[in-house]
Nanobody, 117 residues
Framework: QLQASGGGLVQAGGSLGLSCAAS????????MEWYRQAPGNQRELVAR???????VYSESVKGRFTISRDNAKNTAYLQMNSLKPEDTAVYYC?????????????WGQGTQVTVSS
């Protein structure tokens, strides 16, 4: 229902863009969130964007990451710039969506981001 893509290997200081595309019964994305989980760590919220356009970022990524959305494509994005080795993690998208049966939260599968020093 939510398909995350765009992860990969990049050198420190580089950039990557992640996508999270909705499909199937999902009619519209409302609240979009990106999380990440590094080995041995808890999953943490990286960025959130509401349907009104309000955004929240974790302190560790503020100024480097940008969350955005394309309503026409029902897709959310996470642009990651000035990447650091500590950004290495599996990244997950999560969305509060409307479907034909109401509203619900959906998780996408993870996509690996590896930043080499």
């Amino acid at each position: 229902q939510l398909q995350a893509s765009g992860g990969g290997l990049v050198q420190a200081g580089g950039s990557l863009g992640l996508s999270c595309a909705a499909s199937g019964s999902i009619l519209r994305l409302h609240i979009m969130e990106w999380y990440r989980q590094a080995p041995g760590n808890q999953r943490e919220l990286v960025a959130r964007r509401t349907s009104s356009g309000d955004t929240v970022y974790s302190e560790s990524v503020k100024g480097r990451f940008t969350i955005s959305r394309d309503n026409a494509k029902n897709t959310a994005y996470l642009q990651m710039n000035s990447l650091k080795p500590e950004d290495t993690a599996v990244y997950y998208c999560k969305a509060f969506v409307s479907t034909g049966r109401g509203w619900d939260w959906y998780w996408g599968q993870g996509t690996q981001v590896t930043v080499s020093s």
